[in-house]
């Protein structure tokens, strides 16, 4: 005997299932799609709005979302086909490949069913074929479905954001120094191969400020030293050493900055001492040198003084202390950097030595608002180490305090006779 009632239950039942298999969400390039093979022209470009100028085939562009179960992705395109009436593009995922028809008029082109293997990061790499015009279509997204995608996905879906989405989250340790520390010393070391233009590694930071290496373009790299302006005056240039550039900077706040042109190398340590002292006067006094590589076995290695920047408006010692690792090009902000932190100690205003070998990790606005997931951080044994960008798939919880084991050498240095110019 038939139940009519429990037979449109079961319809009910099966129609949403089916629905639900066929939702579709679409992952927009402008925050989710990089160019990662650029063709000799570098003419192909993403923007907020998604993929355009796409014009050769040795171009790839590459979009990354994160899925959070393994299974089948029914993937599409979504934008139009200007400057041409037909094109062919190839669509790979995990060595699969799809070829999808685009024509003029339309704005959705299927591209076929893939399999993901593992959940993380899918990365979908786009590769135009043949045109029968200059382009081969304005991508501004990737229609995702099926089984993998149907417990959800995490992509970057805030436009206002896209800029800062596409370069990537930072991530940071944070130091508990102990009252009246004056000086901090650290150490960074980058291994080869992640040491990508776009790069900041941040060694020595505080509540106004930071230093570390940066990597500026394919023949340029730096040490950066720079201190914001207060909230009641602006921060003034006191010394500067030989060859360093000083500069007032705006766009992320203003304050001033100073650096040096200097060409350091991936596998080699280099380090940092920054300095805050109260003069006397409501003031605080904020100076870093830099480290040069020891050579020939000198456990005297040489400083290089950067400078002393005057900060209005407040009295204190360090506070705030942390390191950081950041990409500051959102071009590049696919590629995986990462760097050791290591042997950092705290100096207080007596000269007494306090090795820090706990740090908190914490992340910024990119990482927790979910836009990006792509940022970890650790500690194997006397070093911690920062990882951000590349799309890997495994993270340490932001907020967990990281402890590194003690490497008990406190640096090799004379705080007193560190090189500093005369005013």
Request: aromatic share 12%; proline share 5%.
């Amino acid at each position: 005997m038939r139940h009519p009632a429990s037979w449109l239950l079961l319809s009910l039942a099966l129609l949403s299932g089916a629905a639900l298999a066929q939702t579709k969400t679409v992952v927009p390039l402008g925050g989710n799609a990089f160019i990662t093979r650029p063709a000799p022209a570098r003419e192909e470009l993403v923007d907020d709005t998604g993929l355009h100028n796409w014009s050769s085939n040795q171009a790839v562009a590459s979009v990354y979302f994160y899925v959070k179960q393994p299974g089948q992705l029914d993937l599409g395109l979504v934008g139009a086909l200007n400057g041409a009436t037909r094109s062919t593009v190839e669509v790979s995922v995990e060595g699969q490949r799809r070829l999808a028809l685009l024509s003029s008029g339309a704005t959705a082109f299927p591209v076929g069913r893939f399999h993901v293997s593992r959940p993380g990061y899918v990365k979908v790499d786009l590769r135009g074929v043949r045109s029968d015009g200059d382009y081969y279509g304005d991508i501004s997204g990737l229609e995702v479905g099926g089984s993998a995608a149907s417990a959800g996905l995490v992509f970057a879906d805030d436009p206002a954001n896209f800029y800062w989405s596409r370069r990537g989250p930072s991530g940071h340790l944070g130091f508990s120094v102990p009252a009246d520390t004056e000086y901090f010393y650290s150490e960074v070391t980058v291994p080869k191969g992640h040491d990508h233009i776009g790069s900041y590694f941040m060694a020595n930071g505080f509540n106004g400020g930071y230093s570390g290496i940066q990597v500026n373009s394919a023949s340029e790299r730096r040490v950066l030293f720079s201190v914001w302006d207060s909230p009641t005056g602006k921060t003034t240039l006191l010394k500067k050493g030989a060859d360093v550039i000083a500069q007032d900077f705006g766009g992320e706040g203003t304050g001033g900055q100073s650096f040096l042109r200097y060409d350091w190398k991936p596998g080699q340590t280099y380090r940092f001492i920054t300095r805050a002292h109260p003069d006397g006067h409501g003031s605080t006094l904020y100076s870093a040198w830099f480290g040069l590589p020891c050579a020939n076995g000198r456990r005297d290695c040489p400083w290089k003084f950067i400078a002393t920047w005057k900060y209005d408006g407040a009295s204190t010692y360090q506070k705030g202390v942390y390191s950081f690792i950041e990409c500051f090009n959102p071009d590049l902000g696919y590629l995986d950097r990462r760097a050791w932190y290591g042997n950092q100690w705290a100096v207080s205003n007596t000269g007494a030595w306090t090795e820090m070998t706990s740090a908190r990790f914490t992340v910024d606005a990119t990482a927790s608002n979910r836009q990006r997931l792509d940022i970890t951080a650790g500690a194997v044994a006397p070093a911690f180490y920062l990882r951000n960008t590349g799309f890997f798939s495994r993270a340490e919880t932001p907020g967990t305090s990281i402890v590194r084991q003690r490497s008990h050498k406190r640096p090799n240095v004379n705080l007193a006779a560190l090189p500093e110019p005369s005013p």
